[in-house]
């Protein structure tokens, strides 16, 4: 059964206030973020200004120098998780390589549990069925809209690291 939807564009709309909240709290300047992950200045810009859709891994790169162990998707609303003590916090622990492989790692995995299709998935995440199979072997990037429409699809609360692999609730 597919699961309710929320709304895309709420999430990341959250998402986006979120980020740039925290880089604020940090007196970290757009140019400073965009340094230290990795991406352009003038990207990471349009990105907290909501004119481009962003892909999953630089995202990724810039919740984890911020400090975030996972983030929440509880009813379309956007959320960082921080876990006291975490020992894996930082960037460095995490290349994007890595990264990509846990994302395909724990889509398949909870797709699997679910009893459901690679093009069931793909239609419920309107996505291609190719698509599906490429992000699940790691060996693609994606945008971030593509990969909330996947986890919403799949009944997904939460993302977070847990023992140095990525998980969801």
């Not at 699961?3 to 400073?32: A, F, G, W």
Request: charged fraction near 25%; glycine fraction near 8%.
């Amino acid at each position: 059964m597919k699961p309710k939807p929320y709304s895309i564009l709420k999430l990341m709309n959250t998402m986006l206030e979120e980020v740039d909240q925290h880089r604020k709290d940090l007196c970290l300047s757009v140019e400073t973020l965009a340094t230290h992950v990795g991406v352009h200045r003038n990207t990471l810009f349009r990105v907290l200004n909501g004119q481009v859709d962003p892909r999953a891994l630089e995202m990724n790169r810039v919740y984890l120098f911020l400090g975030a162990s996972g983030v929440q998707l509880e009813k379309g609303v956007f959320r960082f998780l921080f876990f006291p003590n975490d020992p894996l916090r930082g960037m460095g622990a995490f290349t994007d390589a890595f990264m990509l492989r846990e994302m395909g790692r724990v889509i398949r995995q909870r797709r699997i549990n679910l009893d459901i299709s690679q093009e069931t998935l793909a239609e419920w995440a309107e996505l291609h069925r190719n698509t599906i199979g490429k992000i699940e072997r790691g060996e693609a990037d994606l945008s971030l809209s593509s990969l909330f429409r996947i986890y919403r699809s799949l009944g997904v609360d939460q993302v977070f690291m847990q023992e140095g692999k990525l998980a969801l609730r």
